[in-house]
């Protein structure tokens, strides 16, 4: 029997055909092992009560308690509207700042290499990084913004950045920017490389203004660029935790806690993995949501492009 099993593998594995399986088959189990075992054990494990602490409820099976508990969690859903609020602001500025840093670049024509690789610096850096460089930047009392602002006579007293509410939220915004832009700026300058000259010279021939050149040509050609680096950073701020957790900890008093912050703190400081498990398969929603409306905006601008040029 074994020497019958033996030969047919063998047969197989000769097979023109048999190749690309047989290379593709460590991917594969890859794939089995590191992405999909760990999701279906994630998703089980929100089935059930299960605590790090009490290993016997894995086996415990509840049904859809754990979503029935999150879905009558006030704190849960305020955690979910500011993550959408959180990822409307940064998505939005970054791809402004994007789009004028590209705009910038386009038009230099010395040195433009130098530029676009350390365009390229901030998104190299590590989030927790990033947290800790602009968690002592903000700093009460040692913070460099604080000493620049009191030695320069602008304010008197040291501004608690990363302890009231808003001011908080705006620090981390403002390291999310300045961590990401340069994906939206470096794949618009991609646009503006790609976009053909002979357009522009007719719409300039017929009279048209600068403004009217950007907003009827050059916006709707690079847009299908910009919802591509909005599909990718969609994605990222949903799940952002790094930079949170690092500068406020999701405070003061949970102010500033988003939603994986909040999954984290549910699975890990309070042990309730099967709880935070179900959090994280809504939060899936999220991502899942704006990623088709950034898709569906993105078929739009292709298809605006191809009927205006």
Same mark, same amino acid.
């Given at each position: 029997?074994?020497?019958?099993?033996?030969?047919? =593998?063998?047969?197989?594995?000769?097979?023109?055909?048999?190749?690309?399986?047989? =290379?593709?088959?460590?991917?594969?189990?890859?794939?089995?092992?590191?992405?999909?075992?760990?999701?279906?054990?994630?998703?089980?494990?929100?089935?059930?009560?299960?605590?790090?602490?009490?290993?016997?409820?894995?086996?415990?099976?509840?049904?859809? &308690?754990n979503?029935?508990?999150?879905f009558?969690?006030?704190?849960?859903?305020?955690?979910?509207?500011?993550?959408?609020?959180?990822?409307?602001?940064?998505?939005?500025?970054?791809f402004?700042?994007?789009?004028? @840093?590209?705009?910038?670049?386009?038009?230099?024509?010395?040195?433009?290499?130098?530029?676009?690789?350390?365009?390229?610096?901030?998104?190299?850096?590590?989030?927790?990084?990033?947290?800790?460089?602009?968690?002592? @930047?903000?700093?009460?009392?040692?913070?460099i913004?604080?000493?620049?602002?009191?030695?320069?006579?602008?304010?008197?007293?040291?501004?608690?950045?990363l302890?009231?509410?808003?001011?908080? $939220?705006?620090?981390?915004?403002?390291?999310?920017?300045?961590?990401?832009?340069?994906?939206?700026?470096?794949?618009?300058?991609?646009?503006?490389?790609?976009?053909?000259?002979?357009? @522009?010279e007719?719409?300039?021939?017929?009279?048209?203004?600068?403004?009217?050149?950007?907003?009827?040509?050059?916006?709707?050609?690079?847009?299908?660029?910009?919802? @591509?680096? $909005?599909?990718?950073?969609?994605?990222?701020?949903? &799940?952002?935790?790094?930079?949170?957790?690092?500068m406020?900890?999701?405070?003061?008093?949970?102010?500033?806690?988003l939603?994986?912050?909040m999954?984290?703190?549910?699975? /890990?400081?309070?042990?309730?993995?099967?709880?935070?498990?179900?959090?994280? /398969?809504?939060?899936?929603?999220?991502?899942?949501?704006?990623?088709?409306?950034?898709?569906?905006?993105?078929?739009?601008a292709?298809?605006?492009?191809?009927?205006?040029?």
């Amino acid at each position: 029997m074994r020497a019958r099993l033996e030969t047919r =593998l063998q047969r197989w594995a000769r097979r023109p055909q048999s190749i690309p399986l047989m =290379l593709l088959l460590p991917a594969f189990l890859v794939i089995v092992f590191v992405v999909l075992f760990p999701l279906l054990f994630s998703l089980y494990t929100s089935f059930t009560p299960f605590r790090l602490t009490k290993p016997a409820s894995l086996w415990i099976f509840t049904g859809i &308690r754990n979503y029935q508990r999150i879905f009558a969690d006030w704190d849960f859903w305020v955690a979910f509207g500011r993550t959408i609020f959180f990822l409307a602001v940064v998505i939005n500025l970054e791809f402004l700042f994007g789009l004028l @840093i590209a705009l910038l670049v386009n038009r230099i024509t010395y040195g433009q290499r130098i530029l676009r690789t350390v365009m390229m610096f901030p998104m190299m850096f590590s989030p927790i990084l990033v947290g800790f460089q602009f968690k002592f @930047i903000f700093n009460d009392n040692i913070g460099i913004l604080n000493n620049a602002l009191q030695s320069l006579g602008i304010t008197q007293h040291a501004i608690p950045w990363l302890v009231d509410r808003w001011l908080a $939220m705006g620090a981390i915004a403002f390291a999310e920017i300045w961590m990401s832009t340069s994906i939206f700026a470096i794949l618009l300058l991609a646009g503006l490389f790609a976009m053909p000259k002979e357009p @522009i010279e007719a719409a300039r021939v017929d009279g048209c203004n600068n403004w009217q050149v950007f907003r009827h040509i050059t916006l709707p050609f690079i847009m299908p660029f910009a919802f @591509i680096a $909005m599909t990718i950073r969609s994605l990222d701020v949903a &799940r952002a935790y790094d930079i949170v957790d690092v500068m406020t900890g999701g405070g003061p008093a949970g102010r500033t806690e988003l939603l994986w912050t909040m999954i984290a703190r549910t699975g /890990y400081d309070n042990a309730r993995m099967g709880e935070a498990n179900a959090m994280a /398969y809504v939060s899936i929603i999220l991502s899942i949501a704006f990623t088709a409306y950034f898709f569906k905006k993105l078929v739009a601008a292709r298809r605006h492009m191809g009927g205006a040029l």
